[in-house]
């Protein structure tokens, strides 16, 4: 058994609380491989914010799940090496779907995790994540359930179609559950392209604007559940500049859209407290490395294509953090 605490990390207990009372979200970034990890910490603390680094199961194979210890170890090292001697970082196993996956990214040093019950019935939900809860919580880790499924498609997590959340059920699955946060479902999506052209009106520019989110959703369970802290996946904003960028140096995203911002920032003041961004990182370094390896034919030197996606990634994270999240100067 591995405790979170030794390796300088921290749960979203006391992180979520502060949030709610801020008006603030945390970020939580998704992250495959030590240009993402090294562009998140610097832009932390940069901004002097907490932040939640997120492993979905396929990123923890990539990486090694020993690999990722050591370096979630040095990621907290490195926030120090650069200034902040007290960082609040949170290492969170994201859409774990099974009970024992859980349980060994508890046991090897996770101070967070998500179980992700969805895809099965509601009482199979609540029995499973309370089973997730039971046994986290004896070691001081938090969990996160999710009611209601998200659209699209993110690694090994996919689906058709949403189902929203429904708020007259909330109470109920928290009580029985015991979970210390709720992910919920009010019209965002995974990946890179969240919606259908058909679900989407266009603007004078010819550029898809994706329909509302259901704020009417998030609301009934903040009614239902006051106080309680509330997550929102699939809040990637899919920037048109970076696909812009993917698409002239060759690559062929065609309608791409995400979240707007707005709605985001009006997310981020509600009960909202974590945002889960992956695609607009993935977006901005393949960006940076398609630019690359198209003005620089002859480049092999992985620093020389690497090094811009890392910067580039930064800049979109110091951008959620103080523009969208407003979690910056938290720290």
Do not use: W
């Amino acid at each position: 058994m591995i405790s979170y605490k030794d390796l300088g990390l921290v749960n979203t207990k006391k992180m979520f609380a502060e949030a709610m009372k801020g008006g603030y979200a945390i970020p939580a970034f998704n992250f495959n491989n030590m240009e993402q990890l090294q562009a998140i910490i610097q832009a932390a603390v940069e901004t002097k914010s907490p932040v939640i680094l997120q492993v979905l199961s396929g990123a923890r194979e990539y990486v090694n799940q020993t690999l990722l210890r050591y370096i979630t170890k040095g990621a907290v090292e490195y926030a120090k090496e650069l200034g902040c001697p007290n960082p609040q970082i949170v290492l969170h196993l994201d859409h774990g779907d099974t009970f024992e996956l859980c349980k060994h990214c508890i046991d090897t040093g996770f101070s967070s995790v998500m179980i992700d019950g969805s895809h099965h019935s509601y009482d199979e939900n609540v029995a499973l994540t309370k089973k997730v809860v039971e046994y986290a919580h004896q070691f001081d880790v938090t969990v996160e359930g999710e009611l209601g499924v998200l659209a699209g498609v993110e690694d090994e997590v996919s689906a058709e179609h949403h189902t929203y959340t429904k708020p007259e059920e909330v109470v109920d699955f928290v009580t029985k559950t015991g979970c210390d946060s709720l992910a919920i479902s009010i019209g965002t999506s995974h990946g890179a392209n969240k919606f259908k052209p058909e679900q989407c009106t266009r603007n004078a520019e010819g550029i898809l604007v994706p329909p509302p989110l259901r704020f009417d959703v998030l609301e009934g369970c903040e009614k239902e559940l006051p106080g309680f802290p509330i997550v929102l996946h699939g809040a990637s904003s899919v920037p048109q500049e970076e696909i812009e960028t993917i698409n002239t140096y060759g690559g062929a995203l065609k309608d791409a859209i995400g979240i707007p911002e707005d709605m985001l920032r009006k997310a981020a003041k509600s009960a909202v407290c974590k945002i889960n961004i992956d695609s607009d990182s993935r977006l901005a370094m393949t960006a940076a490395i398609r630019k690359t390896f198209a003005i620089s034919p002859a480049e092999f030197d992985p620093r020389k294509y690497l090094g811009p996606a890392r910067e580039n990634a930064k800049k979109l994270y110091v951008h959620k953090i103080v523009n969208v999240l407003d979690s910056a100067d938290k720290l």
